[in-house]
């Protein structure tokens, strides 16, 4: 069929001096071959939803609709239910881990960082409902850990590789902004994530 636009790029949105409302893949949906999970930024341009939409018509269901307000990233259980997210505040400097048990629960704030204060946030829940978050709070390299939803800490540690720190130095020297820190922020927990596939699959976990 012929391919169909979903969304318009950033450099559309430039190129018609319009406020880009984008919508992004999020990840597919097991057994499905024309719904997807995406993200968009439709009701409101400061926070992004969850959607599942179907690829053939562009028609999206909203998964979100209590979001709780600047959301840049969201994080779903097994069941693709959004029970894990994190709100970017750039006028404060800050972010805010949230949580909620299941999807008839509230949204609850587990912790409010400065962007530049270690800190931990939400990575992926396991098939067993677990949540893995990616923490600094004990040093300058991040470690993957269970989250502890009754102490709203990170409890044991999962994970940690030698090859993935280095982003407080960023910090302390102010390289390009609160935005750079936020995207090495970002990197850091992806490359955990990569290095600790690829150690799994080294020793046969996968």
């Known amino acids: 069929s012929d391919p169909k636009e979903l969304s318009p ?5 430039e190129a018609r001096n319009q406020i880009c409302r984008q919508t992004r893949f999020f990840r597919r949906i097991a057994g499905q071959d024309d719904d997807i999970l995406v993200e968009a ?7 992004t939803d969850l959607y599942r939409m179907n690829t053939r018509t562009g028609r999206k269901t909203l998964l979100t609709e209590d979001n709780p307000g600047k959301v ?5 259980d097994k069941d693709l239910v959004p029970r894990a997210a994190w709100s970017q505040d750039d006028k404060k400097l800050e972010g805010t881990f949230w949580y909620r048990d299941d999807a008839k629960s509230k ?17 992926a829940f396991d ?19 269970v989250f502890d939803p009754k102490t709203n800490k990170p409890g044991e540690k999962a ?5 993935v ?15 750079q820190v936020e995207r090495d922020r970002r990197r850091a927990g992806v490359l955990l994530q990569l290095a600790i596939a690829v150690e799994a699959l080294h020793q046969g976990k996968v």
């Open 9 to 13: 790029t950033a450099s559309d949105c």
């Open 72 to 76: 840049s990233t969201w994080v779903v």
């Open 165 to 179: 720190g280095g982003v407080e130095l960023v910090q302390a020297q102010g390289v390009g902004g609160p935005k």
């Open 107 to 123: 949204w609850r704030k587990v912790a409010t960082f400065g962007d530049f204060a270690p800190q931990f946030r939400p990575v």
């Open 41 to 47: 930024n439709d009701r409101d341009i400061e926070t």
């Open 159 to 163: 994970a940690q590789h030698p090859l």
């Open 127 to 145: 098939a067993d409902g677990a949540l893995y978050v990616v923490s600094n709070l004990d040093g300058d390299r991040y470690a993957l850990h």
